[in-house]
Antibody, heavy 118, light 109 residues
Framework: EVQLVESGGGLVQPGGSLRLSCAAS????????MHWVRQAPGKGLVWVSR????????SYADSVKGRFTISRDNAKNTLYLQMNSLRAEDTAVYYC???????????WGQGTLVTVSS | SYELTQPPSVSVSPGQTARITCSGD??????AYWYQQKSGQAPVLVIY???KRPSGIPERFSGSSSGTMATLTISGAQVEDEADYYC????????????FGGGTKLTVL
C-alpha cells in the first residue's frame, strides 16, 4: 500500500525557518518524481515545487522561489521541503504527492499544517 | 504566470449530470487532470490524461478536452460526490511546473 506521511509542521514566527519531511513507503521511492502542494485555510490547492526521481532537477512556484528548497534522500525514502524567510501567507496545509514521470501527482499524503504567526 | 480557470460553484440535483469546466491557454498541448477533495481529506485523482479513469473511480466520472477547455462530467451525480474539484496541468515552460485551477465546489442536493 502506498503511504506518504508528512511531518515537521507547526507554529513559526514570520522570518523563521521550518523543514518539512515526507516519509514514503509501499512503492519504489527512487523511481518517482515528487511534489509539494499547499492549501491555505479555506482556500484552493496551490502547486509549490517538484523534484525528479534522482534529485537532479527541481522547479518552484514563483511565490516560493529563492525561499524554499526541495530535496530528497532516496536511501531514506524521504522527501524534504526547507522553508526559509517564512511569511504569514505561507500558512497552509502542506501535502507531498508522488508522480511517475513529471506528468501529475497521483497519490497524496494527509498533509502537515504550517502556521506562520507572531 | 500560467493560470487555469474554473467556475467557483456548480449545483445539481441527485441523478442529474454535473459538468465542471477548466480553461487554460496551454490545454491544446497539455493534458488536464482532475482531483476530488472532500472536506478535511487529501485530494484524490479521478481523471488523468484528459479522459482516463483510475481504477476504483466510478464510471459516472468522465473527462474530455477540446481546444482550451477541459471538462469533468459526473453522470448521475450522487450525494457522496459533493466535494471540491480541481483541475491540474503543467505550464509550457518545459520545466514541469504545475498549476491548479481555483477549484469548483460541487453541491448535490
Amino acid at each position: 500500500e502506498v503511504q506518504l506521511v508528512e511531518s515537521g509542521g507547526g507554529l513559526v514566527q514570520p522570518g523563521g525557518s521550518l523543514r518539512l519531511s515526507c516519509a514514503a513507503s509501499g512503492f519504489t521511492f527512487s523511481s518517482y518524481w515528487m511534489h509539494w502542494v499547499r492549501q491555505a485555510p479555506g482556500k484552493g490547492l496551490v502547486w509549490v515545487s517538484r523534484i525528479n526521481s534522482d534529485g537532479s532537477s527541481t522547479s518552484y512556484a514563483d511565490s516560493v522561489k529563492g525561499r524554499f528548497t526541495i530535496s530528497r534522500d532516496n536511501a531514506k525514502n524521504t522527501l524534504y521541503l526547507q522553508m526559509n524567510s517564512l511569511r504569514a501567507e505561507d500558512t497552509a496545509v502542506y501535502y507531498c504527492a508522488r508522480d511517475i514521470d513529471g506528468s501529475y501527482p497521483d497519490y497524496w499524503g494527509q498533509g502537515t499544517l504550517v502556521t506562520v504567526s507572531s | 504566470s500560467y493560470e487555469l480557470t474554473q467556475p467557483p460553484s456548480v449545483s445539481v440535483s441527485p441523478g442529474q449530470t454535473a459538468r465542471i469546466t477548466c480553461s487554460g491557454d496551454a490545454l491544446p498541448k497539455k493534458y488536464a487532470y482532475w482531483y476530488q477533495q472532500k472536506s478535511g481529506q487529501a485530494p484524490v485523482l479521478v481523471i488523468y490524461e484528459d479522459s482516463k479513469r483510475p481504477s476504483g473511480i466510478p464510471e459516472r466520472f468522465s473527462g474530455s478536452s477540446s481546444g482550451t477547455m477541459a471538462t469533468l462530467t459526473i453522470s448521475g451525480a450522487q450525494v457522496e460526490d459533493e466535494a471540491d474539484y480541481y483541475c491540474y496541468s503543467t505550464d509550457s515552460s518545459g520545466n514541469h511546473r504545475g498549476v491548479f485551477g481555483g477549484g469548483t465546489k460541487l453541491t448535490v442536493l
